[in-house]
């Protein structure tokens, strides 16, 4: 995957938008740089969001393993949905 600043602010900006199916491509799509830049935005993209785009991010927070995300993996952690804290387990390295 591309690191291209541009690359990287184009998938962003998916993450970001209103169109769902595009924000979960933009997840897995960051995830795959396995940049740290863009930890920033995935964990933005935690809050208010539907629980299969949080467990795209939360795929993505693991693959590119940076320990920035550890405070909010260890927040879902107490998620009241079991597979959102499962996820942030297994992400963790529980």
């Known amino acids: 995957m591309s690191t291209d600043p541009r690359y990287i602010e184009k998938w962003v900006a998916y993450l970001q938008g ?3 199916e595009m ?3 933009a997840a897995k799509k960051l995830g795959a740089t ?3 830049a863009v930890v920033p935005a995935l964990i933005q993209a935690l809050v208010n969001r539907p629980d299969d785009l949080r467990s795209a991010v939360i795929r993505a927070l693991a693959e590119i393993g940076d320990k920035s995300a550890t ?3 260890i927040q879902l ?3 009241p949905n079991p597979l ?3 996820a942030s387990a297994d992400a963790l390295g529980y």
């Open 34 to 36: 396995k940049d740290p």
């Open 18 to 20: 209103s169109d769902h």
């Open 23 to 25: 924000c979960i491509v």
């Open 71 to 73: 405070p909010a993996l």
């Open 84 to 86: 959102i804290a499962s």
């Open 77 to 79: 952690l107490h998620d």
